[in-house]
C-alpha cells in the first residue's frame, strides 16, 4: 500500500489549501479513509474522515473549516482547508479509518503504515 500526500506548502493565517493523496495498492472503495495531523512535539491524530458512503466526520478544531472529499475513480483523498490558523501547522497524512498496519514477522508485532504527509506551515 502506498499513500502520497502532497499539496501542503507555507500559508498566511486565513488562507486556504487543498491537500491531496493519492492511495494505491488497496481497494479504495472498501475502506473509511481519513486525514490526520501531527504537530511539533505532540501526536498524531485524526482531523477528517470520509466513509465508503461519503459520511464525513471531523475533529471539532477543524469544524466548519475543512472539508474532506474523495475521488474514487482516482483513488484520491482530498483535505480542503479554508481560514486556517496557526494551530493548523502540522505535517498531514492520509490513511485509512483505523490506520493500515503491516505485520513485522522479526518483532510479530503490528506497525502502523504511513506515507511522507505533507508540511502545512502557517506564517506569522
Known sequence: VQLQASGGGLVQPGGSLRLSCAVSGITFNDYTWGWYRQAPGKQRHL???ISTS???D????VKGRF???????????????NSLKPEDTAVYYC???PVILDYDSRTGLNVERW???TQVTLSS
Not at 471531523?58 to 478544531?61: E, I, R, S
Open 67 to 81: 472539508t474532506i472529499s474523495r475521488d474514487v475513480a482516482k483513488n484520491t483523498v482530498y483535505l480542503r482547508m
Open 58 to 61: 471531523y475533529a471539532d478544531p
Open 47 to 49: 482531523v477528517a474522515s
Open 95 to 97: 490513511n485509512r479509518d
Open 115 to 117: 506515507g511522507q504527509g
Open 54 to 56: 461519503g459520511i464525513t
